[in-house]
Structure formats: structure tokens, C-alpha cells
């Protein structure tokens, strides 16, 4: 009997967060992650000691993070692996989980509060100055929706923000400019949808996630509007599920959707030319509560909370997420990012 050739994958480095004490979790901080040659993850060291480091932006020699618990983001120099001379900063709110960096523009989702908060980096150093903290108001019908809860924005161009809302089921376009943030237009979502993430695609295409209603929505954006162009529903998502992150596959023809409670990762099809997507099948993540997904080289990493761990699968020919290997033990992961 012959063992069947395991495909070598390029090595990787990852940075990994996660909820620590303050969010009633176990994460120490931002730690380092190495692939082995099958192309999942291993635990290499700690890189810094920070509280509920839960989302990570690697831009250049700097990563910025969110420190959920507390409402603040920090900002590091990074060499290589290394992270050093943090500086840190009010969000504009509490519990920021999300953060878009574009040149020296940070913009905090502040969930706890709904706000934005826009920062500056200054200097070499990096220094975070607070410019403008954007208040907004609204709710939706399911307990989660009590008042608005800021989620995740994706810069259009230099001047125009995109703002999810998962409280007040709005999608909020802004205009930028010298820092500030002003609201010129809104899309209305299906009642009790919460939207919490969305990706940009090519040619003017927006995916956007559900969380309470686990739908998946494609958006084009032309004549200074949102378009939608597609609704779907996510396969294997039941009432009460919770839809979490979107990753999209190296050749453009799948999405893979992240659904807690019931444990599973969604996969959709894309249609050739991005403007549609239909449900194709659902399997286990592997663990418990799959907060962030993320695909590179083929490889699916997804962070399973609750069960403390890491799972990598390698994507087949047909789309399918194929486990690799057991899950990597990494306390209350919730966000990977790439180094290297």
C-alpha cells in the first residue's frame, strides 16, 4: 500500500489575537504563528503582551490591533517578527473591533457604542491622534439590535467610507476629507440581517455578511451608490446561527463564510463575473465558534474560538475545504493575520 504524496506549501508567518482576561477569555496578547510543510499552523512564541488583541492590520513595518476590552487601538513598529515601541490610543468608543488603515487614516468600528473613531498616525513613530469621534443612532428588531453597533468599513476611494452597522441594519456611506468623517447616504437592510463584514472585490463589487441573518449580499458600486445585485442565504445556517467572516479562494471562484453555533464553514460559488453567488454545501470547522477565516495560498486557517484552536484545510479542486491535520491548541483566537 502506497501513501498518498502530501502537496509541500510555501511557508508562511502569522501574527494571531485573540480575547484575553478582560473579555473573559484566555489570549496573552498578539503571538507568532509558523506553517509546517503541510500548510498548517504551529504556536512559535508570543510577540506581545496585550489584552484582547482581537483584530490585527499588518501595513508595512507597522500592525495595529484593537484592544477590545479596554476601547483602545495600539500601533507597533515591526521588524520581521518582532513588535516593539507600542503606542496606544482611545478608540472613540468601546469595544472596537474593527479597524481600516489607509496611509496615515485609522478608522475604529466601535461596537459597543456604534461609533467611529477617526485617528491619525503621526511621524515615524507612529503616534495615534484622535480627530474625530462620529456618533450614529438607530436599532433593528432582534435583542442583539438594541442600538447601533458599528462593525467593520472598507474605504471605496480616498474620500468615500463604507460603514456596516449591525445594530441599526444600515450600511452608511461617508464622505472623507482632512480627517473627518460625514455621513451622505445609507442603504437599508433587510430587518434583523446585522450586517458585520464586507470585501471588497474587483471592478466596483462589495460582499457583505449578514451576522444575524447569515445571508450574503453582492453590492456594486456605480453612480455613487450601492447596488445589490444578489441575496442569498447561507447554506448550513439555521435560526440563531450566527455568521461571522468571509474569505474568498486564490482563484476568485468560491466564498467561504464562517457560522457559529452551528460550527460550520458556508461555501458559496462565484459566478465568473463576481456579480452573483449561489449556496454550494457546508462542512464542519472543526471546532467551536469560528470567528475569523482566512484563506491564503490555498490554505483555509479558521480561529475556533471557544475550543481554543486553529484549524487549516486545504482547498480541493471541486472548492471543498479538506482538513489537514488536527487543530493547532491557540487560547480564544479571533483574528490571523500575514507577516511573511
Known sequence: MTTPDVPVTASSTWLVGGFGPDMDCESEGISVMRSRADGS???SHLAAAMPSASFLVVDGDKVYSTLEGSGQVAVFDRDGETLSNVTIAASGGQYPCHITVSDSTVIAANYGTGTLGVLEARGSSAALETRQVLETAGLGPRPQQEGPHAHSSVFVDDNTLLSLDLGADRIRIFSFNDFVLEQVDEVVMPPGFGPRDIVARPDNLFYVLGELGCGFMVFEWRDRRLHKLCSIALPGAVEGDQASAIAISDDGRHAYVGVRHSNVIAIL???????????????????????????????????????????????????IPQLIAAPTRVLSPTYLARIA
Open 269 to 319: 460559488a462565484i459566478a465568473d463575473d463576481g456579480r452573483s453567488v449561489a449556496p454550494l454545501t457546508a462542512i464542519s470547522c472543526e471546532g467551536n465558534w469560528p470567528r475569523h477565516i482566512i484563506l491564503s495560498d490555498g490554505i483555509l486557517h479558521v480561529c475556533n474560538q471557544f475550543s481554543n484552536e486553529i484549524a487549516s484545510f486545504r482547498i480541493d479542486d471541486n472548492g
Open 41 to 43: 499552523l504551529e504556536m
